[in-house]
């Protein structure tokens, strides 16, 4: 089956810092990626959709200039977390779109702190 | 806009019983319908994928039901064992790709 991966699954940072997270698809290609955001006990909530070689979109309420998107190739999408704070601490999931059949499949998760 | 809305918020029962969880969606132009199994603090683990024209979809001891027209889906797992705790998470594709989860349905198996 079609596999994605995210980097790193756990990283801790200071407040202010930037962290950026890496989502790939290993045995496919993706022109489209999703990025979801799930704080604790509550569930996944999309953030964006990313678009190889386009901007991405944003969902109603997330901040564009804080969680900057970067789809640069056919296989990687990258989540930048801008001037990170403790309330951005959550854990982040990326799916990604095979380009022939359109079927969706989800990474493992990024658990970020921020201090 | 689609909301997906799962009862109960969570749930405890005797191992070896049967139970359902359930989950309802609010607009009925779906591409699918997906159950997913979360462990605490671990990603999603696919469980039943159901297209939109499908009624039923089933593997092992897990059967999930989709009636679109009403929006609604249920899952429901036999002979529940204490491995089958987690948070199962409902989540209904649109159209236009984007995935719309439930807020999840904590289960506690009892040994």
């Known amino acids: 089956g079609a596999v994605v991966s995210q980097h790193p699954s756990r990283v801790i940072c200071k407040s202010g810092t930037s962290v950026k997270i890496e989502c790939r698809s290993l045995?496919?290609?993706?022109?489209?990626m999703f990025w979801y955001r799930q704080f604790p006990k509550q569930s996944l909530m999309l953030m964006a959709t990313?678009?190889?070689?386009?901007?991405?979109?944003?969902e109603q309420g997330v901040e564009k200039d804080k969680f900057l998107i970067n789809h640069a190739s056919l296989t990687l999408s990258t989540l930048t977390v801008t001037s990170a704070h403790p309330e951005d601490s959550s854990f982040y999931i990326c799916?990604?779109?095979?380009?022939?059949?359109?079927?969706?499949?989800f990474g493992p998760g990024t658990r970020l702190t921020v201090t | 806009k689609q909301e997906v809305t799962q009862i109960p918020a969570a749930l405890s029962v005797p191992e070896g019983e049967n139970l359902v969880l359930n989950c309802s969606f609010t607009?009925?132009?779906?591409?699918?319908l997906q159950w997913f199994r979360q462990d605490p603090g671990k990603g999603l683990t696919s469980l039943l994928l159901?297209?939109?024209?499908?009624r039923e979809q089933t593997s092992g001891r897990l059967n999930a039901s989709l009636d679109k027209s009403s929006g609604r889906s249920t899952l429901y797992i036999a002979a529940s064992q204490p491995g089958d705790s987690a948070t199962y998470l409902c989540?209904?594709?649109?159209?236009?790709?984007?995935?719309?989860f439930g807020k999840g349905t904590r289960l506690h198996i009892l040994p």
């Open positions: 799916s990604a779109r095979v380009n022939d059949t359109y079927e969706q499949y």
């Open positions: 045995d496919f290609q993706a022109t489209t």
């Open positions: 990313s678009n190889e070689g386009s901007k991405a979109t944003y």
């Open positions: 607009d009925s132009a779906i591409y699918n």
């Open positions: 159901i297209q939109s024209s499908q």
């Open positions: 989540a209904v594709r649109r159209r236009d790709d984007k995935i719309i």
